[in-house]
Antibody
Framework: EGQLVESGGLVVQPGGSLRLSCAAS????????MHWVRQAPGKGLEWVAL????????FYADSVEGRFSISRDNNKNSLYLQMNSLTTEDTALYYC?????????????????WGKGTTVAVSS | DIQMTQSPSSLSASVGDRVTITCRAS??????LNWYQQIPGKAPKLLIY???TLQSGVPSRFSGSGSGIDFTLTISSLQPEDFATYYC?????????FGQGSRVEIK
């Protein structure tokens, strides 16, 4: 099924930058779209960004558009999230997530493998 | 964007109860609807995809139904390990938004 391990979460000041990493194993990484999903303390799940299997396409939530950048290195089985101009609203647990695809037609997409998350705290 | 609204936001139930959670989309999404379970302190876990297909390894007491706008997650006989928060998520068009969550608590 696979495993995802996030790293890079820290306490950072407002306006600062941070780069999260996610190491994938146990599945063919470059076969899959990957996502970042976050969860603020005591709140629900918020989708942040996705990147296509080859890195050619990326999409972002309105709340992070222009500040965050998702990328991947298929040679290293790794996913990244560059976070700039951080605000207190970005404080959250950040999950790296693999997108699965249904085996039969029609094609359905779902998030079937989740990491344990890495914590980002934006505070002065 | 297509909005996802879950109800109830929370409920109290006893072991053995039948529990139903609903998810409504602001416009039709076919069967592009997934359900996740999140136990406190843990990462979310996929339960159901394509509205009604049980993910491998998920107990058969979980079931999903619906299409278009209205969807339902049902737990036929609540077990102690089912006390958690449940999220629906649409996988039709971008962004892949989540509902706000439904917390199932012990009565």
């Amino acid at each position: 099924e696979g495993q995802l391990v996030e790293s890079g979460g820290l306490v950072v000041q407002p306006g600062g930058s941070l780069r999260l990493s996610c190491a994938a194993s146990g599945f063919t990484f470059d076969d899959h779209t990957m996502h970042w999903v976050r969860q603020a303390p005591g709140k629900g799940l918020e989708w942040v960004a996705l990147i296509s299997w080859d890195g050619s396409a990326a999409f972002y939530a309105d709340s992070v558009e222009g500040r965050f950048s998702i990328s991947r290195d298929n040679n290293k089985n790794s996913l990244y999230l560059q976070m700039n101009s951080l605000t207190t609203e970005d404080t959250a647990l950040y999950y790296c997530v693999k997108e699965g695809v249904s085996p039969d037609a029609p094609t359905y997409y779902y998030m079937d493998v989740w990491g344990k998350g890495t914590t980002v705290a934006v505070s002065s | 964007d297509i909005q996802m609204t879950q109800s109830p936001s929370s409920l109290s139930a006893s072991v053995g109860d039948r529990v139903t959670i609903t998810c409504r989309a602001s416009q039709s999404i076919g069967r592009y609807l997934n359900w996740y379970q999140q136990i406190p302190g843990k990462a979310p876990k996929l339960l159901i995809y394509a509205a009604s297909t049980l993910q491998s390894g998920v107990p058969s007491r979980f079931s999903g139904s619906g299409s278009g706008i209205d969807f339902t997650l049902t737990i036929s006989s609540l077990q102690p390990e089912d006390f958690a928060t449940y999220y629906c998520q649409r996988s039709f068009s971008s962004p892949p938004a989540f509902g706000q969550g439904s917390r199932v608590e012990i009565k």
